[in-house]
């Protein structure tokens, strides 16, 4: 079967101007390279280090923002590509959330896990990420709270929160703390 590639953000969120982020690209693949897109432009070709590769975006301005796509190539053909990744320039002008883990954050598979995202700014939608992934989790509008029932081995991770006003402006927190779940 053809290779699959994710792609995803390192560390996620929306990222301040001026700020920086690894987009990375991994593939269960053996040798070949990464094309790298934004929208339809071709951006870079990216040598694999493993199975694994990284563009780095820093000094982040409006231009970086957008959707990007990885393509895995054997020999100049395109064997797979991966789902797009958004990336988000907004000035983070609302103050940091505190993330928590409840009960802790070392717990046994199968059992049930909170995320709390707390936000000193009211009337906020907060999202969580976990490394790695590319989609975010949206929490609970009143608590800020995201549930995890019969956690398993691949939910262990490095997660973090983010917060953002619901008006017309919509205003961008700095992101959390970051914390490991481990899953034994």
């Known amino acids: 079967g053809a290779p699959t590639i994710s792609i995803f953000q ?6 301040p101007p001026g700020g920086s982020t690894t987009i990375c690209c991994i593939c269960q693949c053996s040798y070949g390279s990464f094309m790298l897109y ?21 000094n982040a ?16 053909t395109v064997l797979a590509r991966s789902n797009e990744l958004e990336i988000s320039v907004e000035e983070l002008r609302l103050p940091r959330p505190d993330l928590s883990i409840l009960p802790g954050h070392e717990v046994t598979a199968g059992a049930d896990v909170m995320f709390r995202c707390t936000s000193a700014h009211p009337s906020t939608v907060c999202y969580l990420y976990l490394e790695g992934h590319t989609r975010a989790q949206l929490l609970s509008r009143e608590q800020g709270d995201y549930n995890l029932s019969h956690v398993q081995k691949g939910d262990s991770g490095r997660y973090s929160c983010q917060c953002s006003t619901l008006n017309a402006s919509r205003e961008w927190s700095a992101i959390s703390n970051t914390l490991d779940l481990v899953v034994r």
């Open 61 to 76: 301005t409006d231009n970086d923002r957008g959707t990007y796509i990885c393509h895995y190539l054997e020999g100049g």
């Open 38 to 58: 934004k929208g339809s432009r071709r951006l870079h070709t990216l040598e694999l280090s493993g199975s694994r590769a990284e563009f780095s975006i820093s």
């Open 10 to 15: 390192k560390p996620p969120g929306v990222i």
